[in-house]
């Protein structure tokens, strides 16, 4: 079966552009995740979809993050326009249910370069 | 706010011995804490976790231990091999409500052959 995937893998901008990045979770899962991941730490939360509705998205900053997840299957986060400081590895996952010992399963992340 | 400190942020050690890494967290209404691995260029993958009602779990050369007086929960991996050199997330988290797992800073494993 296959796991989360996420795309591009590596983006590179420039500051002020946006950027847009796609997930694809594992089949049949209802619980989606996007989190960010600075060098040298652990995931952040962004945001938390139980299907198609933002459970919990008090960690996005929304002045310039949006997410959406249209069907509640796919989703897409999307950053307008880019800082330098927004350079991370952008990770999501996925879950059966929004229980919280639901095993989360991560794709491979988006790593984003702003120059 | 909530925070999960780690130790140490880097290990070796020598491939059959074992290693052992700590975590502690400041949220005394955690209840839930899963382990991650994170091998290069890969999203973390859960390699064990425990509940708050269980001292200790184990899982083959992976085990992992609770204190919730002290708030402090460890990692055990014995007889390591090559293949267990990644980096290694703890986390913490409610089991309700909004719940949100609060990650380490991560360990970086190397198992030297």
């Known amino acids: 079966e296959a796991g989360v995937v996420q795309s591009p893998r590596y983006k590179i901008i420039e500051k002020k552009q946006p950027v847009a990045f796609w997930c694809n979770p594992i089949s049949g899962h209802n619980t989606l995740y996007w989190y960010l991941q600075n060098l040298g730490q652990g995931p952040e939360l962004l945001i938390r979809?139980?299907?198609?509705?933002?459970?919990?998205d008090s960690q996005l900053p929304k002045d310039r993050f949006s997410a959406e997840r249209l069907k509640g299957v796919d989703s897409t986060l999307k950053i307008q326009p880019a800082e330098l400081g927004d350079s991370a590895v952008y990770l999501c996952?996925?879950?059966?249910?929004?229980?919280?010992?639901?095993?989360?399963?991560f794709g491979p992340g988006t790593r984003l370069t702003v120059l | 706010g909530e925070n999960v400190e780690q130790h140490p942020s880097t290990l070796s050690v020598q491939e059959g011995d074992s290693a052992v890494i700590k975590c502690t967290y400041s949220?005394?209404?955690?209840?839930?804490f899963p382990w991650y691995k994170q091998e290069l260029g890969k999203g973390p993958q859960l390699i064990i976790d425990i509940r708050s009602n269980v001292g200790e779990k184990k899982d083959q050369r992976i085990a992992v231990t609770l204190n919730k007086t002290a708030k402090h929960f460890s990692l055990h991996i014995t007889e390591t091999q090559p293949e267990d050199s990644a980096v290694y997330f703890c986390a913490a988290s409610r089991d309700s409500g909004t719940y949100k797992y609060i990650f380490g800073t991560g360990t970086r494993l190397k198992v030297l052959a």
């Open positions: 996952a996925s879950s059966l249910t929004g229980s919280v010992t639901d095993t989360q399963y």
């Open positions: 949220d005394s209404a955690s209840n839930y």
């Open positions: 979809y139980e299907n198609e509705e933002a459970v919990d």
